[in-house]
């Protein structure tokens, strides 16, 4: 079965470094999503991107933050300047353009720790 | 601002009970979404409602529109069955790209 995957699975970084987290979604998905879970915390909406461009980002994502699909496969988040309030789980999701309706599929998600 | 409340925020019952999950909302929604999250952290979407009601296997999921609340029930609970449940809505007329406003889950622990 289809799958979302993201990597790395675990990434540890310095304060102020920049950080690419990486997802590959299901191949034939053309909605693309980051959430973001802090730690004890719920799930949080950071932006969704369609036809190569954001349509809708939430009050997080801030300049510090940036979405790209490279190419025909990738789909990355990418934080400029790292600071430790951004450690978290970030999920990446996708569906499908069929139904407007569609079941968002999550990826396993990366932990990242600022320290 | 669309608040998701979810009720119990912890759950802890019995092999073999019925178990019901609550979930409401405060604003109109195109579509709500279970999800089911283990302690590893991953992210399995279980139903997507925008009405009525649906089933898979031992889950039911239901949706009232007019009331703002949904419900997902678990039959013959298994400790298997352990994990958070999360409620989302998605707001919006029910394009594609909306992201999805998140409950704060319920811990569910069945005990063998």
């Known amino acids: 079965e289809p799958e979302v995957t993201q990597t790395p699975s675990h990434q540890v970084t310095q304060m102020g470094q920049e950080v690419i987290l990486r997802c590959v979604p299901i191949s034939n998905h053309l909605y693309f999503y980051w959430y973001r879970q802090i730690l004890g915390q719920k799930v949080e909406f950071l932006v969704s991107f369609y036809n190569n461009e954001i349509s809708e980002k939430s009050e997080i994502f801030d300049d510090q933050f940036s979405v790209e699909r490279p190419d025909g496969s990738n789909f990355t988040l990418k934080i400029r300047s790292t600071k430790l309030e951004d450690s978290a789980m970030y999920f990446c999701?996708?569906?499908?353009?069929?139904?407007?309706?569609?079941?968002?599929?999550f990826g396993p998600g990366t932990r990242l720790t600022v320290l | 601002k669309n608040e998701v409340e979810q009720s119990p925020q912890n759950l802890t019952a019995q092999e073999g009970e019925f178990i019901t999950i609550n979930c409401s909302y405060s604003?109109?929604?195109?579509?709500l979404h279970w999800l089911q999250q283990h302690p590893g952290g991953g992210i399995v979407s279980l139903f997507m409602?925008?009405?009525g009601k649906k089933k898979h296997g031992r889950l039911i999921a239901t949706i009232n529109i007019q009331e703002k609340h949904s419900s997902l029930h678990i039959t013959a609970s298994h400790p298997r069955d352990s994990a958070v449940y999360i409620c989302a809505v998605r707001l919006g007329p029910g394009g594609g790209a909306d992201g999805l406003t998140f409950g704060k889950g319920t811990h569910l622990i069945i005990q063998p």
């Open positions: 999701a996708s569906s499908d353009e069929v139904a407007s309706l569609d079941t968002q599929y």
């Open positions: 409602l925008s009405s």
């Open positions: 604003v109109g929604i195109s579509a």
